[in-house]
């Protein structure tokens, strides 16, 4: 196991530290994945929004580490109603206090994990095809 810096003297990363974080991985993916994204853009915020939230049905905004925000690929079809551009949000906040909680894990790990579970639940990947895509990545 890796000894983790002392983050006493550390700073955070910032929304841009962890956006750069995020579309790196996203490069960085197995090739059938990464082309169902294209190129959605990755947004940080500190938190969920309230109604984010209130949609998941969550109480504690630490619950959420990430969320692929856009209509499933499967809705799209046949739609003649324009649509919200699809971008993923990765909460920083949660997203640090989980890496905290996880010191053998790097940040860049937990972005992995988080960016493609939001991605695989958007595009109705099961949780078997999601474990084979992390076990690629890695």
């Excluded at 996203?26 to 929004?49: A, C, H, I, T």
């Excluded at 998941?56 to 990430?66: R, S, T, Y």
């Excluded at 499933?72 to 989980?98: K, Q, S, T, W």
């Amino acid at each position: 196991m890796r000894s983790r810096p002392d983050l006493r003297r550390a700073h955070a990363p910032t929304p841009d530290d962890l956006a750069a974080i995020g579309e790196q991985v996203l490069r960085e993916l197995p090739e059938p994945f990464r082309d169902l994204v294209g190129d959605v853009p990755v947004r940080v915020q500190d938190f969920p929004d309230e109604a984010t939230l209130a949609d998941l049905e969550l109480d504690e905004p630490f619950d959420l580490l990430g969320l692929y925000h856009g209509v499933p690929l499967g809705e799209r079809l046949g739609r003649d109603v324009a649509h919200d551009v699809d971008m993923i949000f990765l909460y920083r906040r949660p997203l640090l206090d989980f890496w905290c909680a996880e010191p053998e894990m790097t940040l860049e790990h937990i972005v992995r994990h988080v960016l493609i579970h939001e991605i695989g639940h958007h595009f109705g990947l099961s949780d078997a095809d999601m474990e084979r895509i992390e076990a690629e990545a890695d």
